[in-house]
């Protein structure tokens, strides 16, 4: 049976300006009913305007909404008129799509020891994600609710000095374990994409501290080893489409 495809989907997206968010938004766009409803949030008004013109040129019918929202201010209850729909009609799914994160400063894990670092990197990538999840299940208490978290080898894998994206990505997961183990009603996916050509790998051979892990990423970058976007997201389509996981657990983009 079709998860998405063909279905009236009440879908929120964060991190939806760039990127993997931007382009789930585009290629789920071409799979939901024309009476879908779309929410789009970032921190960039004009990179959500644009990523709404694309599915808008994909499906005029399907209705968009762009909100500009810093995560690293969470607030629950701006949260959960983020989460409600507009359409006052029942919908075949609800879909929260956690995306929106970014990979912290670059450190010796012994050398993270301010106390505002940790609560602001913490506070937009773990705490924003949590209270977001809890105010769309209370707005949305029933019916088929996916949520969906763009997770990565480094939730269950070490990377020298990139411990905040680390300890970040494995919060959210387990975050998402306990609350799939709590709620047999929900369908939780992790989903690692794989190492995608976006800023992020930009940034990071940047500034990444430990040379062996920039030489990864620079050997990725210039083999071209990186993943598409498009790829990725197809991968994740057809996890969700092939049901192809366990509620609350993860799949990786190279896992057969």
């Known amino acids: 049976m079709t998860k998405l495809n063909g279905k009236k989907v009440f879908c929120i997206i964060t991190g939806a300006s760039q990127g993997i968010g931007r382009t789930i938004a ?14 789009l949030t970032a921190r960039s008004k004009n990179g959500l305007q644009s990523t709404s013109n694309s599915i808008r040129s994909i499906n005029k019918d399907i209705a ?9 201010n969470p607030n629950f209850e701006t949260f959960k008129d983020l989460v409600k729909p507009k359409k006052n009609v029942a919908f075949d799914i609800y879909v929260l799509v956690h995306n929106a994160g970014s990979e912290g400063d670059s450190k010796l894990t012994k050398d993270m020891s301010n106390l505002q670092e940790w609560q602001s990197y913490m506070t937009l990538n773990f705490f ?5 999840t809890s105010a769309f299940l209370e707005v949305n208490p029933s019916g088929h609710r996916l949520i969906i978290n763009i997770t990565s080898l480094a939730a269950v894998q070490p990377f ?11 919060a959210r997961e387990m975050y998402l374990r306990t609350l799939a183990e709590e709620n047999k009603d929900l369908d939780i ?5 794989g ?22 990423f620079v050997s990725m970058r210039d083999n ?25 657990g993860r799949v990786d983009y190279f896992d057969n």
């Not at 190492?195 to 990864?216: C, F, N, Q």
């Open 26 to 39: 585009i290629e789920f766009s071409k799979l939901f009913h024309s009476n879908s409803e779309i929410k």
């Open 64 to 72: 968009t909404e762009c909100i500009e929202y810093d995560l690293s």
């Open 128 to 132: 924003s994600m949590s209270l977001l």
């Open 160 to 170: 020298k000095s990139l411990g905040y994206y680390c300890v970040g990505k494995a």
């Open 189 to 193: 996916l992790n989903y690692s994409p």
């Open 195 to 216: 190492p995608v050509a976006t800023d992020m790998v930009d940034r990071l051979i940047t500034k990444v501290k430990d040379g062996g892990v920039k030489e990864s």
């Open 224 to 248: 071209q080893a990186l993943v598409k976007s498009e790829n990725t997201v197809a991968k994740l389509i057809a996890i969700l489409e092939q049901n192809k996981y366990t509620s609350g």
